[in-house]
């Protein structure tokens, strides 16, 4: 089952790279460019097709992708007859709208992922009043019920064993009181005396069950009944799935800006035995991504957590790719619209002068730091990879 998802997350992966691509060239086509190639993956060529203008293909090292477009950059050599069609000879706003496609592309796939998720599966929740777990036995203290403690032969049973209380059951009140969440049956159950007798009213099967237990008395905690709270997931209409589509946009934006800003400090931890404890332990390659997927396809727990968790990281590191693309930085996608966008200020500057419109940045003045931008890429994310693979963090 590990294995299956590492497959199920390169599926996805390689996918992605390829609406990344295809938002790229689909633009570039709809303006009237010239598109040469388009390749998902890098190195020695597997296979290719010639179809009209573009060649398509397959690389053998799929770690992402690419769209030859003609004349990206004023170093590029372009034949005089397809000038007219380069990228460098179209208006700026359309140069914009190649560049962010790649990464639209990205957010559209997780919008998708993440509202058909809500409507479909639903969304998760854990505060509700259906067990989960019934407790076998008394802890025999608050540090033994937090640590999850094992229970031993001379531990009493719980109070829910000895009630007849089941998983599944949903409970709808507790000691006359409604309840219809966790938190409020939570709060009942620490309100009663210990050593006095309960009265649980469930759903079980479609009936309503009447069950009565003694609460226990756990040193440090109080009165104790032995059970916990399952996760469900709830669908929801479509007005709640784009609110939930929205929450989910921002939380990982947060995070992915959480994240990156903690790189340089999680870069010394990243090898450490208490990564998980460390800025490190929030940080994580795709090598680390495939193995959580693995991880949660392969753990004992329902369909819905795990179709529910894969199907949300993969429009979580959809999201963070198209962030990223977009960091003004070169040569990533954002790099070159701030070029694009510079052009325009300088233009707009030049035409307030009375001066002559200064033309297309000069690439070979980018290149040095562009490259160095690479550089540290690279570094951050061979070390990212590295780490993952020899210190890897577990979920679960």
Same mark, same amino acid.
Not at 65 to 73: A, D, L, R, W
Not at 227 to 240: C, D, E, N
Not at 355 to 377: C, E, H, N, Q, T
């Given at each position: ?6 497959v199920i ?33 890098f ?19 799929p770690?992402?992708g ?17 000038e007219?069609?380069?990228?460098r ?32 599966i ?6 509700? #009043?259906?067990? !989960?777990t &019934?407790?076998?036995? *008394? ?9 999850? =403690? +094992?229970c031993?032969?001379s531990?009493?049973?719980s109070p829910?064993l ?10 709808t ?30 759903e079980r099967d ?11 008395d ?26 939930y ?11 992915s800006?959480s ?18 404890? #460390?800025?490190? !332990?929030? &940080?994580?390659s795709? *090598?680390?991504a ?5 991880q949660?396809? =392969? +753990? ?52 307030l002068r009375g001066?002559a419109?200064?033309?297309?940045v000069?690439y ?12 540290v ?14 210190n ?5």
């Amino acid at each position: 089952m590990d294995q299956i998802g590492w497959v199920i997350f390169l599926v996805a992966l390689l996918f992605s790279v390829m609406l990344h691509e295809s938002g790229h060239f689909v633009a570039a086509k709809r303006f009237g460019m010239k598109a040469t190639k388009y390749f998902i993956g890098f190195g020695p060529t597997l296979w290719s097709t010639t179809r009209g203008e573009t060649e398509y293909g397959i690389k053998a090292l799929p770690v992402g992708g690419y769209v030859k477009i003609i004349g990206m950059t004023s170093l590029d050599e372009v034949d005089p007859e397809d000038e007219p069609r380069s990228f460098r000879q179209a208006p700026a706003w359309q140069r914009l709208i190649v560049l962010a496609a790649g990464s639209f592309m990205h957010f559209v796939l997780a919008a998708v992922i993440i509202f058909g998720l809500a409507i479909g599966i639903g969304i998760e929740n854990d505060n509700t #009043t259906q067990l !989960g777990t &019934v407790a076998a036995c *008394v802890p025999q203290s608050a540090t033994a019920l937090n640590n999850g =403690a +094992a229970c031993t032969a001379s531990d009493p049973k719980s109070p829910a064993l000895l009630a007849g209380l089941k998983v599944g059951d949903q409970v709808t009140s507790f000691n006359g009181v409604p309840v219809s969440s966790w938190t409020q049956l939570e709060n009942v159950i620490k309100d009663a005396k210990p050593g006095s007798v309960a009265t649980i009213t469930v759903e079980r099967d479609g009936r309503p069950v009447t069950l009565h237990a003694k609460l226990a008395d756990v040193s440090g905690h109080g009165g104790y009944l032995g059970i916990a709270a399952t996760t469900v997931f709830q669908p929801t209409s479509p007005l709640g799935a784009i609110r939930y589509t929205g929450s989910g946009f921002a939380q990982v934006i947060t995070g992915s800006g959480s994240a990156l800003a903690q790189l340089p400090k999680a870069i010394p931890s990243l090898f450490a035995k208490d990564r998980s404890q #460390t800025a490190a !332990g929030n &940080v994580s390659s795709v *090598v680390g991504a495939a193995r959580e997927t693995g991880q949660a396809v =392969a +753990a004992n727990v329902g369909w819905q957590y795990k179709v529910s968790f894969v199907l949300l990281l993969i429009a979580s590191l959809n999201i963070f790719v198209g962030i990223l693309n977009l960091l003004p930085l070169l040569p990533m996608d954002g790099g070159h619209v701030a070029v694009v966008l510079w052009e325009v200020i300088r233009r707009w500057l030049a035409r307030l002068r009375g001066r002559a419109d200064p033309g297309l940045v000069d690439y070979r003045k980018l290149v040095p730091v562009s490259f160095s931008i690479f550089l540290v890429i690279v570094f951050f994310g061979v070390m990212l990879i590295l780490a993952d693979i020899v210190n890897p963090v577990n979920i679960g």
